[in-house]
Nanobody
Framework: QVQLAESGGGLVRAGGSLRLSCAAS????????AAWYRQAPGKQRELVAT???????VYADSVKGRFTISRDYARNTVYLQMNSLKPEDTAVYYC???????????????????WGQGTQVTVSS
């Protein structure tokens, strides 16, 4: 099985920065795609950024130029660097990873698609 652990949220003033982490552990053979979503109170969950296995990235218009998604292949970890934070960035942030589990003999096994537990980001004005 594969497990995800998110970290890095917190309270920051407008203009500040935070870095979120999403670490995959267990039987990870590959991370083929990763994404960060967020959900503010009373709003639907929205896509913030995605990164593929070839490091292609896509960002929501609202975060372009301020947020950067990246991945560390050796650590099976995906990051979201958030700069120039605004009060409207306040939300619970969730990572979503999909890939393949490690089967016996270190070969590709069953696919997985998992969500992190969510981490609160609060930006004060």
């Amino acid at each position: 099985q594969v497990q995800l652990a998110e970290s890095g949220g917190g309270l920051v003033r407008a203009g500040g920065s935070l870095r979120l982490s999403c670490a995959a552990s267990g039987n990870v053979f590959s991370i083929d795609a990763a994404a960060w979503y967020r959900q503010a109170p009373g709003k639907q969950r929205e896509l913030v950024a995605t990164v593929t296995s070839t490091s292609n990235t896509v960002y929501a218009d609202s975060v372009k130029g301020r947020f950067t998604i990246s991945r560390d292949y050796a650590r099976n970890t995906v990051y979201l660097q958030m700069n120039s934070l605004k009060p409207e960035d306040t939300a619970v942030y969730y990572c979503n990873l999909e890939g393949l589990q490690n089967s016996k003999g270190d070969v590709a096994g069953d696919p997985y698609n998992l969500w992190g537990q969510g981490t609160q980001v609060t930006v004060s004005s």
